[in-house]
């Protein structure tokens, strides 16, 4: 079992939708939390990061983080044809030596015009 | 404002040659991170080191070594290189306080 799972998609939502990104991890003792955009081809962007249960927004962006069910999601409201890329999921748990991410998979959006 | 600085963007070698990709990280960040990103996968964690000293290791083949240096630049050199080993290798850097990660653009290796 890989330490972050996501649904790989395609997931397909008409422009002005809102599209929902899902992502489970295994390890409890994870602390952060990371949501990156990836076009084909370029480096990871971080889009947003939560440590805290709840919901975070920024923007059209909504991060929701539930440590007890061991799941994190993205909303992306409103969502534009430019939003059209593969979503990874990254958790960072702590170790000794330091940090240790370990991604997903990706999910990939495309927003219809 | 500054971020992480790979080269060479770009790499075409033979089999069984070698490599090296530099990455320069974000100036005070303290971890280093390198990825292996085959086509439709996920980034595949190495390597990465925490004030030049190598803190963790993951699914990086014997055949390839890392290290930090004193300006906190790091290089990934990849040897007796295979057709597999073709891929984007991200460098990332990352403020052991923060924990938030950076990518670098990537460099291309294509091995023919």
């Known amino acids: 079992q890989k330490e972050v799972e996501q649904n790989s998609g395609p997931l397909s939502v008409p422009e002005g939708a809102i599209a929902s990104l899902n992502c489970t991890y295994s390890?409890?003792?994870?602390?952060?939390f990371f949501w990156y955009r990836q076009y084909s081809g370029k480096s990871p962007e971080l889009i947003m990061f939560?440590?805290?249960?709840g919901d975070k927004e920024d923007g059209r962006f909504t991060a929701q983080l539930n440590k007890a069910s061991q799941y994190v999601s993205l909303l992306i409201r409103d969502s534009q044809p430019s939003d059209s890329a593969t979503y990874l999921c990254?958790?960072?748990?702590?170790?000794?030596?330091?940090?240790?991410?370990?991604f997903g998979t990706g999910t990939s959006l495309t927003v219809i015009p | 404002a500054a971020g992480v600085i790979q080269s060479p963007r770009h790499l075409i070698k033979e089999k069984r040659e070698t490599a090296t990709l530099k990455c320069y990280p974000i100036?005070?960040?303290?971890?280093v991170y390198w990825y292996q990103q085959g086509p439709g996968q996920d980034p595949q964690f190495l390597i990465s080191?925490?004030?030049?000293?190598?803190?963790d290791k993951g699914s990086i083949p014997d055949r390839f070594s890392a290290q930090q240096f004193s300006d906190y630049h790091s290089e990934l050199n990849m040897s007796s290189l295979e057709l597999g080993d073709s891929a984007l290798y991200f460098c990332?850097?990352?403020?052991?306080?923060?924990?938030?990660?950076?990518f670098g653009e990537g460099s291309r290796l294509t091995v023919l």
């Open positions: 100036p005070r960040h303290d971890t």
């Open positions: 990332a850097s990352s403020p052991r306080t923060t924990g938030e990660l950076f």
């Open positions: 080191f925490y004030e030049k000293m190598q803190s």
């Open positions: 990254a958790v960072n748990g702590r170790s000794n030596t330091g940090n240790q991410f370990y």
């Open positions: 390890d409890r003792g994870s602390q952060s």
């Open positions: 939560i440590y805290s249960n």
